[in-house]
């Protein structure tokens, strides 16, 4: 019997990671990329927990799409085609946009938003730009101007909230979450699915084993993001989501002064810069 007795309605989320142009201002594209995005995992893993438990209602299914325009084609007449045929009830969300991507995620927002379908952005270009400058810096009105909504900080704990106001056809223009950092423990874990990692050269996938750094570095955005507080995830949540790829935890990099996984079962591996605030820990698949 289905889940959706008298037919859902489905709510159309496609989750791109930008690419960005080279001098000549072509698009950069691999046939493999190395790695999967992390933030692309990052916000998978919430997508997808939120559509387990029907977070928009009980007749609301949510088609969740993955693209990394490193290495895959962005068709956007199609995505176009296929959010009309469910009268654009969904969402583009670009994903984990750095500063050299930002035109890029712009010039990919600005056919769909010309087409009626709502757009979010995130990562660490809007995000950074708001916590270190005065919020209008490098640009970031021209996505206020093209109707996109930015989403600043780190989605856990707000996902939900924010994909009921998409729904409804209500997005904010600004979701701040900066002033509260999420918590890690809990939250669902990073993840993509197998024929999505593929596409990357060893077929190696990620989780966060914590974020933040304790470091001050004037340079750098992480502290300023995701704060100076190592929160770390839970061992056993990260060793769930390797199986349900059936892999296994292969390597594990994390700041100096975070405890992760690797860690605590004795072993330190580091990144090779004690200010990378980001703990990562790869799975082969």
Not at 108 to 119: L, S
Not at 188 to 209: C, K, M, S, Y
Request: hydrophobic share 40%; aromatic share 8%; charged share 20%.
């Amino acid at each position: 019997m289905s889940a959706y007795p008298t037919g859902p309605r489905r709510f159309q989320l496609v989750l791109i990671k930008p690419s960005h142009y080279d001098d000549d201002g072509y698009i950069i594209r691999w046939w493999r990329a190395l790695i999967p995005s992390n933030a692309l995992a990052a916000v998978y893993g919430l997508a997808l927990d939120a559509e387990q438990r029907r977070a928009l209602g009980p007749d609301v299914a949510i088609d969740i799409d993955v693209i990394d325009e490193g290495n895959t084609y962005v068709n956007i007449p199609k995505l176009i085609r296929r959010f009309r045929r469910r009268g654009n009830f969904g969402l583009v969300g670009l994903v984990g946009v750095q500063s050299n991507q930002y035109p890029r995620a712009l010039d990919i927002a600005r056919p769909f938003r010309a087409a009626g379908i709502e757009v979010a952005m995130g990562g660490f270009h809007v995000s950074g730009c708001l916590a270190m400058l005065d919020g209008s810096a490098i640009d970031l009105d021209l996505a206020r101007s093209l109707g996109i909504s930015i989403f600043a900080g780190e989605a856990e704990n707000r996902f939900d909230a924010f994909l009921r106001d998409a729904a409804a056809g209500q997005l904010k223009p600004l979701y701040n979450g900066m002033d509260d950092l999420p918590g890690m423990a809990g939250a669902p874990i990073p993840f993509l699915p197998r024929a999505f990692v593929r596409r990357t050269a060893g077929t190696n996938a990620t989780f966060d084993a914590g974020r933040g750094c304790p470091f001050q570095c004037s340079f750098c955005t992480i502290i300023n993001v995701q704060g100076r507080k190592s929160a770390t995830a839970r061992r056993t949540t990260s060793r769930k989501s390797c199986a349900r790829t059936g892999g296994r935890i292969s390597r594990a990099t994390s700041s100096p002064t975070t405890t992760s996984p690797a860690t605590r079962s004795g072993r330190r591996y580091s990144t090779g810069s004690p200010a990378c605030g980001r703990s990562t820990a790869y799975r082969s698949v």
